[in-house]
């Protein structure tokens, strides 16, 4: 083997071995780099005054988390994904929810309407105006109940 041919050899010896480490080094970052964020539309600070409204959400998601599963014969597996509070008004709230259904693959966003740790409509039925207003939902609460499912 002539002297060129060595040159070129360990050239390409090293070339292959400098693209490898590259890959590694890219493909597997240092943990240091990078942090993991959980996403969550809900205020989690340590706010006394805002804990008893953490504590009432938290049992708001296992009604709704409780109704998914108990329907999943229905409609299929589905998972909650996010939550979060549009408007309140004394009992009632809108709440925009996320949730992935293993039957379609994909998630989807819906709007529900609670009262009291209890959903109304909007997570497995859609009532009209005139059913919300005959149990006494309020108007503003309607309004952008009807405005938010329009949005899709």
Avoid: C, W
Avoid at 27 to 32: F, G, I, R, W
Avoid at 107 to 127: H, M, P, Q
Avoid at 137 to 142: C, F, H, K, Q
Wanted: charged share 25%.
């Amino acid at each position: 083997m002539n002297k060129e041919n060595k040159v070129i050899l360990i050239s390409s010896v090293l070339f292959l071995v400098s693209i490898t480490a590259a890959f590694l080094i890219v493909k597997n970052p240092d943990s240091a780099q990078y942090t993991t964020v959980l996403s969550s539309p809900q205020n989690t600070n340590d706010n006394p005054s805002n804990q008893n409204n953490i504590r009432e959400q938290s049992s708001e998601q296992k009604v709704i988390t409780e109704l998914l599963d108990s329907t999943s014969s229905a409609y299929g597996n589905r998972k909650l994904k996010k939550y979060s509070i549009v408007k309140e008004q004394g009992e009632f709230k809108l709440v925009a929810l996320e949730i992935y259904s293993e039957k379609i693959k994909s998630t989807y966003n819906i709007y529900a309407i609670l009262r009291n740790n209890s959903v109304i409509t909007g997570v497995n039925d859609r009532k009209s105006p005139d059913a919300l207003k005959s149990i006494s939902v309020p108007t503003d609460i309607i309004n952008e109940y009807k405005r938010n499912q329009s949005d899709v």
